[in-house]
């Protein structure tokens, strides 16, 4: 399995806190990704990034920021959480060749907001 | 992106080969498929990839239609751990997202 961890792996917060969740990877993948997974959604990409400061949105971008200050860690940002964004966060790497990209994903993120 | 259309349900006994279809009939020529599995409430996993040959690794078959509008992932002898819901996803050669769609959940059953 391709080393990547998510942390923490369980959070419960309230309404317009701040959260941050954090994908670490060992395998030194140039790309990371963060998706969401809701019931009747499948996976949605929020963000992802393509190398270190540089980062790109997603489709459903929107009450989310992310960092990547190191190619091993890509952070995911809830400025002021709301109800809306409870979810599994899953994290992904990939390093793109010969045109193909195959990604692997962590273990998920399980936030609730009440 | 090319849009896939799967099964919602498929059944399989174990022990038996489970044979998965994608219709993806708007597919390009520069488009890849691939197949991801979600297993209960886990990360989902990369299974394999093609573009027009048919390919097999330690995990399965995938086996793409010479007009490549359609492709079947072939897992050869079933078990109780391979019931999941199987994704195929086409996507040209580039680098970000991947559009899962619904999947078929596929039950193995003794």
């Known amino acids: 399995d391709a080393g990547i961890t998510q942390s923490p792996r369980h959070k419960v917060t309230e309404t317009g806190t701040p959260v941050t969740l954090r994908c670490h990877q060992t395998?030194?993948?140039?790309?990371m990704y963060w998706y969401r997974q809701d019931p009747g959604h499948g996976l949605r990409l929020i963000h992802y990034?393509?190398?270190?400061?540089?980062?790109d949105k997603g489709e459903v971008s929107d009450g989310y920021s992310v960092s990547r200050s190191k190619t091993e860690d890509f952070l995911l940002t809830l400025e002021s959480a709301t109800s809306s964004q409870t979810s599994v966060y899953f994290c992904?790497?990939?390093?793109?060749?010969?045109?193909?990209?195959?990604?692997?994903f962590g273990p998920g993120t399980r936030l609730t907001v009440l | 992106d090319a849009k896939t259309t799967q099964p919602p349900s498929m059944d399989c006994a174990e022990g038996r080969a489970a044979n998965l279809p994608c219709n993806h009939s708007?597919?390009?020529?520069?488009?890849?498929v691939y197949w991801y599995r979600q297993i209960h409430s886990q990360g989902p996993q990369y299974i394999i990839h093609?573009?027009?040959n048919n390919e097999t690794n330690e995990m399965a078959s995938l086996i793409i239609t010479e007009d490549r509008k359609s492709s079947t992932l072939i897992l050869p002898h079933a078990t109780l751990r391979d019931t999941a819901v199987y994704y195929c996803i086409v996507q040209a050669g580039g680098y970000n997202k991947l559009i899962f769609g619904a999947g078929t959940r596929l039950a193995v059953h003794p």
């Open positions: 093609g573009l027009k």
């Open positions: 990034s393509y190398g270190v400061k540089d980062t």
């Open positions: 992904a790497i990939s390093n793109p060749t010969g045109g193909y990209n195959e990604q692997f």
């Open positions: 395998e030194n993948h140039r790309y």
């Open positions: 708007t597919i390009s020529g520069n488009e890849y």
